[in-house]
């Protein structure tokens, strides 16, 4: 079983794991990546999407077509292994920004769908999967 991100106690009072379900761990790698700022992990610095730090950055739509094409080629290169990232639309709006990726599970060639959403204002953040909703191979 691996480790739940982000980090908390699960009921029995230890740390909390994820299920015997692969799409949760692989949902919770997806969010790993995505909030975490590069920089903030020691041994690996350039680890993370910078997502959330250009959140407030000026640029309309030409931010947001940097944003998706950044959290996309981020997703690539730390979990290519894992899942094979298919599209990548980010939304901003006010303090609020939100993150739908498509992807394919590569052990199992299910497809995917999860959307992410994290309110800097208030630090709430939400994950919503849709499961194999598109279809498998």
Aim: glycine share 10%; charged share 15%.
């Amino acid at each position: 079983m691996a480790m739940r991100f982000p980090f908390h106690i699960g009921s029995r009072g230890s740390t909390a794991t994820t299920d015997s379900r692969e799409d949760t761990y692989v949902r919770d790698l997806l969010e790993q990546v995505l909030l975490t700022t590069p920089g903030e992990r020691v041994n690996r610095p350039d680890f993370g999407s910078g997502l959330l730090g250009m959140v407030f950055s000026p640029g309309g739509d030409v931010l947001q077509a940097a944003l998706q094409a950044s959290v996309q080629a981020t997703l690539q290169r730390w979990l290519a292994d894992l899942v094979m990232v298919q599209a990548v639309a980010v939304e901003v709006e006010d303090s609020t920004v939100s993150v739908t990726v498509q992807y394919v599970v590569q052990r199992t060639q299910q497809q995917q769908v999860t959307r992410f959403s994290t309110d800097l204002a208030s630090g709430q953040q939400t994950s919503a999967g849709t499961g194999s909703a598109l279809g498998g191979s």
